[in-house]
C-alpha cells in the first residue's frame, strides 16, 4: 500500500472516536472567551513579502470572528530563513489562544530538510486554516512542445531553469524534471522575479510559477508567443483525490505528465519524495497555526472562527486576490493536508539525499 493509503486509513480509523468528542468539545468552546485579551500573530518573514502579506490578511479577517473580539496584532520575527521565529514560537508561545505562528512553505521544507538550526517539531502545531496555492510548468515557444505528452520529444535537449539555491522551494520542480527524464541544468541564485525575466530574455527555456504570477507576468507572454503552459502539479480535493489544479482545468497534473511521458504510472522513493514537498509546496502552501498543547476547546473556537471567517465576503475577496481562489481549509481537512505535507519516509529522505549530493554536491 502506498504512502497515502496508508495515511488514508489511519484518519479513517480515528474519526468514530473523534465524533462524540467533538459534540463536548464545542461545547466547551461556546464558553471560551478572549475578551480583553490581545492575540498575538508571528510572521517569521520580513515585511513586504507574500507571507508577510498572508498573515496580515487572515489577523484582520479572523479577527472579527474571535469569541470575544480581541485585538490582534501582527509582530514580524524574521531570520534564517523563517527558522528563528518558528523556532521561538514552538519553544515559548502562549497555549492559552492568544498566540498563533503563519507558515509558507519555505517553513516546511527547513523541517522536511532537517536543516540543524531547526528546532520546531511541525507535526505537533495545529492549523486553523491552511491555503493552498498551485504551480504551473510552462516553456519557451521555440521548443516547438505543444502538450505535456510532447515532452518526451525533447529528453536529450539540454534546457536551463532558474532556481535560487538547490535545497529552497524549487528542488521541487528539479524533482519533477529528473522523474520525467530531461535534461535540464539550473541556473542558481535566480529568486523568482529573476528567472521570469531571465525566460523573458530567453536565457532560460523552462520555468514555473503559481496562478498570481502567472496572470501578471506570464500570461503576456503566453499572448505574445513567448510562453506555452504545459502542465501543473495539481490538487488534492477534499476526498483526498489528486485532481486537475482548479485555477488551470485544461491543464494535465504533474502525475499524468509522468504517465504520458515514460508510460508507467509514477512511484519509487523519488516521487514519494515528491509526494511529500507536494503537499508542503502547494496544499499547504501557507498557514496559520495554534502551539501543540493548545487545549480541544480552544483549538474548536478557532475552528469555528475559521469557518466562519470562510463565508465572510470580504475575506473571499481578499483572498482570491492575494491566492488566486483556491479554498481556504479548516477543521480536519486542513489537518489533513497539514500532516501530509510533513510525511517523509526514511527511504525517500535517503534518496534525496543522495541524488542531491549526486546532483548538485550539495549535502544536506
Known sequence: MNRSGIFGLAVAAMV??????TAV????????????????VILPYSPGGAADAYGRLIARYLQPHLPGNPTVIVRNEPGAGAIAGTNNFDANARSDGTMLLVTSTSTQMNYLLQDSRVNYDLTQMTPVVVNPLGMMVYLREELGIESAEELS????????????TP?????????????LGLEVEPVFGLQRGDAKQAFERGEIQISYDNPLAYSTYVEPMVESGIAKPIYTMGYVDAAGDHVVDPAFPELPTFPETVEMVTGETPSG?????????FFSRVMASKSVQLPGDTPPEIIEAYRLAAEAMTQDPGY???IEALSGGY?????QEASDRWQQSLQFDPESREWLRNWLVETYEVSL
Open 16 to 21: 468514530s472516536g473523534m465524533v462524540s468528542a
Open 25 to 40: 468539545t464545542s461545547a466547551y468552546a461556546q464558553d471560551f472567551t478572549l475578551r480583553g485579551k490581545r492575540v498575538e
Open 153 to 164: 520529444l525533447i529528453l536529450d535537449t539540454p534546457v536551463r531553469s532558474g532556481a535560487h
Open 167 to 179: 535545497t529552497s522551494a524549487d528542488l521541487v520542480q528539479l524533482i519533477e524534471f529528473h522523474i
Open 269 to 277: 522513493p523519488a516521487y514519494d519524495a515528491w509526494q511529500t514537498m
Open 316 to 318: 473571499i475577496e481578499a
Open 327 to 331: 479554498p481556504t481549509l479548516f477543521g
